[in-house]
């Protein structure tokens, strides 16, 4: 029987055994039975001496382990330091930084850097249903010199430009639900009407500032204005669960990431993101959900880094 795992300690403490950390994982990523990830066949012979199955179909790569099509693939480093990255990753309130898993778990900071984005990757949403209700559309920039953003953001409200050091990143928020994160190109109408229109339901309250590039979606929701040049909040129509959500998101990424370069800026929005929806979850929860996610998300260094290998690693 597995425990209930609620604090680091306890999780340091079970995954310090290879077999807890096995099991953790086979309960996760096959509910219903160990199935080869070749064939999908449920015949498959644990072989206890080498910590791996064997399919009995007649086939390539016959044996695999609780890894085998995991983000863990191909690594040398052990489940349960894995599992300890990812219970840092998915707990840490305002982010965790590789600097920090390095020190906190005994690998590289390469190394620690690395299984970041792998687990972020693992965070990301699969199939998706669209937002409805009271939502919230916002967008903010991120990067650059603007360490304090706030007040650089009442300035863009006004003026309408981000730097061109900045990303843009697009947030839509269900009041008492989810948000969704998205690095879009620029703040023009056609990308944030078509981010509207693939993640809300149409007929649902939408509420926006003044920016013209929401114009024209009166058609298809309940659209809103508040002008941020004039005031913050008119009764129910504001944005402040978006404000709150992108000052919980800078806080993170300038108090523990040293920079994000634009490249990777979608893993972080992806992490931050997986912590607020799921913010009403104990820890070992929102590991364990973690954990499911890991099938079937592979990345490579390659993929990772874009192919460069001068990419410098310090997030
Ligand atoms: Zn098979």
């Not at 179909?57 to 099509?69: E, I, S, V, Y």
């Not at 006004?158 to 990143?169: L, P, Q, R, S």
């Amino acid at each position: 029987m597995e425990p209930v795992l609620n604090t680091l300690k306890e999780a340091i403490e079970y995954f310090s055994n290879p077999a807890n950390c096995r099991e953790y994982i086979v309960a996760r990523r096959w509910p219903d039975g160990v199935t080869c990830p070749q064939c999908g066949s449920t015949n498959v012979t644990f072989l206890e001496k080498y910590n791996r199955w064997q399919c009995s179909a007649r086939h390539d790569a016959r044996q695999f382990t609780a890894k085998t099509g995991t983000i863990f693939e191909d690594s040398p480093i052990g489940m349960d330091k894995w599992l300890m990255a990812m219970w840092h990753v998915v707990n840490c309130k305002n982010g965790v930084s590789s600097y920090e898993v390095h020190r906190a778990i005994g690998i590289s900071q390469k190394s620690a850097w690395f299984m970041d984005h792998r687990i972020r990757h693992a965070l990301t949403l699969g199939t998706i249903n669209k937002l409805s209700g009271q939502i919230e559309a916002d967008e903010t920039y991120i990067g650059g010199k603007a360490r304090n953003m706030h007040s650089a953001k009442r300035a863009r409200k006004i003026t309408g430009t981000g730097g061109k050091d900045k990303t843009a990143v697009m947030g839509i928020l269900e009041r008492g639900g989810k948000v969704r994160t998205t690095v879009v190109g620029s703040r023009r109408k056609k990308e944030l009407q078509a981010e509207v229109r693939k993640h809300v339901e149409a007929g649902a309250a939408l509420y926006t500032d003044a920016l013209l590039s929401y114009e024209g979606l009166e058609g298809d929701y309940a659209h809103k204005v508040v002008d941020h040049a004039v005031q913050y909040v008119d009764g129910r129509v504001h944005t402040n669960g978006l404000e709150n959500f992108w000052s919980l998101l800078k806080r993170g990424i300038s108090g523990t990431y040293i920079s994000v370069e634009p490249f990777h800026l979608f893993r972080y929005l992806d992490e931050q993101t997986y912590r607020y929806n799921n913010r009403k979850m104990t820890d070992g929860e929102r590991f364990s959900m973690a954990v499911s996610g890991i099938v079937g998300k592979r990345l490579t260094f390659d993929q990772l880094t874009g192919k460069t290998v001068t990419t410098t690693c310090v997030n």
